[in-house]
């Protein structure tokens, strides 16, 4: 028997760590948001986010920074493609493309984008737990480490008056949702956003998935509270789009993986 060396640590530099790529031009940026925006949308078919043909996700150009892409109306998530995706101005126009949006839908995103010009990518779609808790009129409460991502960083829009149509109503939404990541809009779902697509679609997943388990915690008994200065401390560790962004890169590798035509 012979001894084995102790081996030697590598050096942290020569380890792999992926972080939000640098584009060298407005036209691999754009093909990089649309490929992400496309991903999202394929990954929220398979996590059960569609509901009709309600829900977008849309992103700003980085050219034409009052100019969006996002899915088409009627579209399943399921099939999108960076090629099928359609362009609308700020006013829900269609400038590039050949399929109507969803004007209901899109009055939202457009006022949020108006009144946050730094968040690249809004989400909005119905799914069931964001729902659920948006029936309640409630925030999500610091009882999980994740929970503790939105600790002070959400609001309520704490009013229900139909669909949304009108470029009012969006930009009560906008207030309502101010500086933060995500607002709850009372009897109808969850909204996020992002500096990248990654992260607004991260922080819906996450908050769907805090919302299911405060629902759940609920329901079997009484949730204790993380303490404030833990749960600001947490969310001061776990609540930024980058900790967002790389939290997020399994699911995208998984569905670039599986699904290489949504990059067409």
Known sequence: MTDMPVPEPIPVERLHFAMPPVHESVVDERVYRKQRLAGAL?????????????????????????CFWVNPFGEPFATMTAGSL???????????????????????????????????AVVHTHSVHGRALASLGELLDPITQEACAFYQDHALYDAYTGVAVDAEEGSRIAAAL?????????????????????????????????????????????????????????????????AAWINYQPMWRQIASAEPELMS
């Open 42 to 66: 394929r990954l929220f078919a398979r996590l059960g986010y569609e509901e009709g043909v309600a829900g977008h996700i849309s992103v700003r150009d980085p050219e034409v920074p009052d």
């Open 86 to 120: 359609v362009l609308v101005n700020g006013d829900g126009q269609v400038v590039l493309g050949t399929r109507h949006v969803n004007q209901a839908a899109f009055a939202v995103h457009a006022a949020v984008h108006r009144a946050r010009p730094e968040a690249v």
């Open 178 to 242: 101010g500086p933060r990541k995500a607002v709850i809009l009372r009897n109808h779902g969850l909204l996020t956003v992002g500096d990248s697509v990654d992260a607004a679609a991260w922080w819906f997943v996450s908050m769907e998935r805090c919302a299911q388990v405060q629902l759940s915690a609920r329901a079997a008994g009484k949730p204790v509270l993380i303490d404030h200065r833990d749960a600001v401390a947490t969310r001061e560790l776990l609540g930024g789009d980058l």
